[in-house]
């Protein structure tokens, strides 16, 4: 008999369940099995007296055991998983749990180190069919468009966008690096002729950060697209692929999403809100209270960032703000300038930077010279290489996925990565 999914159970149906023992009441004449499968739970009724070959099975049955049952579903509006129950013919144990090392309460740490426990829950499933249907609406968005997928490498031979936050390790007979950024790559398959692509894939970044949005590797979705007159061009097809996710992940997953974890999926209006680096932090003083010295508002600190949820909610009732006009000295190299401004912005969502963009410098001398500016002129040879044989205006961005999905459901960095890397985590 072929396996049934718990959800696809309907009254009358001989069916073949397999799954997680979630529950076991075993009495003296009568015994009750909650078994939990990816779709959803069901209960196993048991009457000893009518089918005493399943008594043996039954008492060795653990929680959080994997067992196969057969059986018929029949209706009983006595039991309370969806009013229906399994009177099974055969139950098999495929593997005895031990008794469990976590508890609900257990520390985020110690839930780090049995992830595979943690995971045996509704919600946290949830957590990850919302993340499969996030990069599924993504993909296709951008496929729908003419867009073309690439798959960059990750080990490379020179640090991707500067000579910090990169990952060194030994490569044969010589030094190599882990890719911060499909930044470089990007930009080739531009000056290949490819005019629009995308990719998703791992990032890796050296940076010792402890905070509840920060990993050493997490998975980007990277855009890149060519003929663009000006970084405008980049947000406004940023904004409408954040209309399109958020709309199709409501659609799906709102009710559970609001249900599990107490969050409102919110579909924003466009445009989004937009506002230069100076003229925000102005916003933010005069409304807040916020005063940081000149040579600091180059950027956005992570208290501005905060902050800038405030504004934009009160100011337009919104959950995004587009901040442009940042120093070129907090920018990387490779960014268009126009009167010495990088031609860029970062996204804000809920107070979280989600998405830094950009038209990028594409005429050889100008991005040459931009390079040697910061100190990088031999160790970016290979990318300016790129640009000496004709390339299209073009710009992009980058967006997280991890962050992403835990900006949809309010929780945590490594509550939403299947597993969690950082400067003091490399297992499981």
């Known amino acids: 008999m072929k396996r049934t999914y718990i959800s696809n159970i309907c009254d009358g149906d001989n069916c073949k369940v397999q ?96 992830r595979w426990l943690e995971l ?23 496929l729908e468009r003419n867009f073309l997928e690439i798959h960059s490498p990750k080990l490379i031979g020179a640090a991707s966008e500067s000579g910090s936050d990169v990952f060194e390790l030994k490569y044969f007979d010589r030094k190599a690096f882990l890719s911060q950024s499909p930044q470089f790559y990007k930009q080739m398959a531009m000056a290949s002729g490819f005019e629009r692509i995308f990719e998703i894939g791992p990032v890796f970044r050296a940076e010792k950060s402890y905070t509840n949005k920060h990993t050493t590797e997490f998975t980007g979705f990277d855009v890149e697209m060519s003929c663009i007159e000006s970084f405008n061009d980049i947000m406004d097809i940023e904004q409408e692929l954040i209309v399109e996710v958020i709309k199709k992940v409501k659609e799906k997953f709102g009710d559970e999403i609001q249900e599990l974890f107490n969050q409102e999926v919110i579909v924003p209006t466009v445009p989004f809100p937009t506002i230069s680096l100076k003229d925000l932090y102005k916003e933010l003083e005069e409304k807040y209270n916020y005063v940081l010295p000149d040579s600091e508002k180059g950027d956005l ?16 009732n919104h959950e995004f703000l587009f901040v442009t006009n940042f120093s070129k000295d907090k920018r990387p190299f490779y960014h268009m300038r126009k009167d010495d401004i990088p031609q860029g912005y970062d996204l804000i969502w809920k107070g979280v930077e989600i998405t830094t963009g950009s038209q990028r410098e594409h ?57 969690f890397r950082g400067p003091n985590r490399l297992n499981p």
């Open 120 to 142: 045996r829950n509704r919600k946290n499933q949830l957590i990850f069919q919302v993340q499969t249907y996030i990069t599924k609406v993504m993909r296709d968005f951008f």
């Open 19 to 114: 799954g997680f023992v979630e529950n076991i009441r075993n009495k003296h004449t009568m015994a009750f099995i909650v078994v939990r499968d990816i779709t959803g739970k069901i209960q196993i009724t048991v009457n000893k007296t009518e089918s005493p070959e399943l008594v043996e099975t039954i008492n060795k049955i653990t929680l959080e055991s994997f067992i196969t049952v057969e059986g018929k579903a029949v209706k009983n509006d006595y039991v309370k998983l969806n009013k229906i129950e399994i009177l099974p013919v055969s139950i098999s144990i495929d593997s005895i749990a031990e008794p469990l090392p976590i508890q609900p309460d257990a520390s985020i740490d110690l839930k780090m180190d049995y």
């Open 301 to 316: 600190t992570t208290e501005a960032e905060k902050l800038s949820y405030k504004y934009v909610k009160e100011t337009y």
């Open 363 to 419: 005429r050889y001398d100008i991005l040459k010279q931009q390079a040697e500016e910061k100190g990088l002129g031999e160790d970016v040879k290979f990318y300016t290489e790129f640009f000496r044989y004709g390339c299209p205006p073009h710009g992009g961005f980058g967006i997280g996925i991890d962050r992403l999905t835990m900006l949809f459901l309010g929780i945590g960095i490594k509550d939403v990565m299947f597993i």
